[in-house]
């Protein structure tokens, strides 16, 4: 039996849960999940009881709680250095963080206007500038990471790194609010996350939970 645990929010909505949880997964470290839904009236005194912030996700190692979807990354690269879950290389690993809290503080009016919403596709919706420029930016981010990496594997950095994790439920929202004007190559790195068997367990449960709610 695993001793991590990883409290998340509902699957079809929780972007940031997503993050940490793919990254455990795909890097194929053995945890348990606990989720907590979010739209109840105990989920706050819920939450709390796992996760100071009141947020999710929060993962409980061994008695210690890590809260934040950036801080746990950092504690499981810190705990699984074999997992190279940041490019190896320093400099690399500079841009790799650097985009990778670009995601974890920014893009605040993609997140509002376009909310995960997982199972969910081509819904069509309009982009504000707002929402256009932080769209252009990830873009922006995404191309040249491909650029500069692509001999080296699929994703940003070649390897699977955190930074692909941070930025998967904006894979996500493109699906739903899409389509949208992208190039080759970024629909192929879209593609890329979207097959991984991670992303598709975290689609089974969304689709699972929205059939429950229907229930
Ligand atoms: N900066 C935090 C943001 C976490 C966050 O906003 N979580 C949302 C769910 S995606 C939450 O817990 N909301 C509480 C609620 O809706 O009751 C992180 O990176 O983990």
New binding site residues.
């Given amino acids: 039996m695993s001793d991590m645990t990883l409290y998340i ?1 509902n699957k079809n909505l ?4 997503l993050r940490p949880w793919m990254l455990l997964k795909h890097s194929r470290i053995d945890f348990r999940e606990v989720l907590i839904p ?1 739209d109840k009236p105990e ?2 005194a819920e ?1 709390l009881r796992h996760s100071p912030s ?4 929060a993962l409980v190692h061994n008695g210690q709680t890590v ?4 801080g746990i990354c950092e504690y499981l690269n810190d705990l699984y250095p074999e997992k190279n879950l940041w490019p190896a290389d320093r400099k690399i690993r500079a841009v790799a963080r650097c985009i990778s809290s670009e995601m ?1 503080g920014g893009f605040p009016d993609l997140r509002q206007a376009w909310p995960m919403n997982y199972t969910r596709n081509a819904m069509s919706h309009l982009a504000s500038p707002a929402v256009s420029n932080d769209i252009q930016r990830i873009i922006d981010i995404w191309s040249m990471c491909r650029k500069r990496f692509h001999q080296y594997g699929p994703f940003l950095f070649g390897q699977f790194s955190i930074a692909d994790a941070m930025y998967a439920p904006v894979v996500s929202r493109f699906r739903t609010y899409g389509p949208l004007d992208l190039s080759d190559m970024v629909v192929d790195y879209c593609q890329t996350i979207w097959s991984l068997p991670a992303m598709r367990e975290w689609g089974e449960g969304a689709k699972q939970e929205i059939m429950m709610e229907g229930a």
């Fill in positions: 929010g929780s972007s940031w849960s979010l989920s706050n939450i009141g947020l999710v996700p809260w934040d979807s950036l974890h």
